[in-house]
C-alpha cells in the first residue's frame, strides 16, 4: 500500500507543488504550523531517515536547504526551523516552518489557510526556488 506521500508523487492526490527535481518534491504541508510550512520528501518510499543511503541523505539536505532558502526569501519569518519527526506518515519528510516564536515550531499550534491562500503561497516560493 503506497504512502500518501507516494500517491502525491504519483500524482493521485493533488498537492500545492512549491519544488521538484528528478529525486525530490517539495509541497506545503495541509494542516501548517504556519504560512510557508512545506515538507521535502525523497521521491523513494522509506520510512526511516536513517535508512537512506549517505549519499541521498546528503543530497535530500542539500534539496531542502535551497526550499528553505527560497522560504526566506518570500516569507515573513526570522528563521526557517528544520524538522524531521515521521510519526504520522511513514515516508521520509523534511518539515521546513517558518518561525517568528516558538509557538511556531509546536506541532500542536496550527493555522487555517484557504485553497487560494496555498496556491498563492505556493507559487511565491516556488517562483523564489526558481530564481535562486
Ligand atoms: P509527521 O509524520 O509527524 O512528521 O507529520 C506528517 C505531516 O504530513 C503533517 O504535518 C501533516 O499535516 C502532513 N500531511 C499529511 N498528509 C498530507 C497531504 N496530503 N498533503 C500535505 N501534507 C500532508
Redesign the pocket.
Known sequence: MPT??S??INGD????KVAEDDNFLA???????SIG?T?CIPKIEIDDILDLDKESFEKLMLFSRKVAISIKNVINCKKVAI?????????I?V?LIPINTMKDAN?SN?ISLSSSKFTEIATLISNSFYCV
Open positions: 500518501i506521500f500517491k502525491i492526490i493533488p498537492c500545492y509541497f506545503l504541508d495541509i494542516n501548517p504550523n510550512h515538507l524538522s524531521i519527526i515521521g510519526l504520522e506518515v511513514p515516508h519528510h518539515h506541532f496550527k
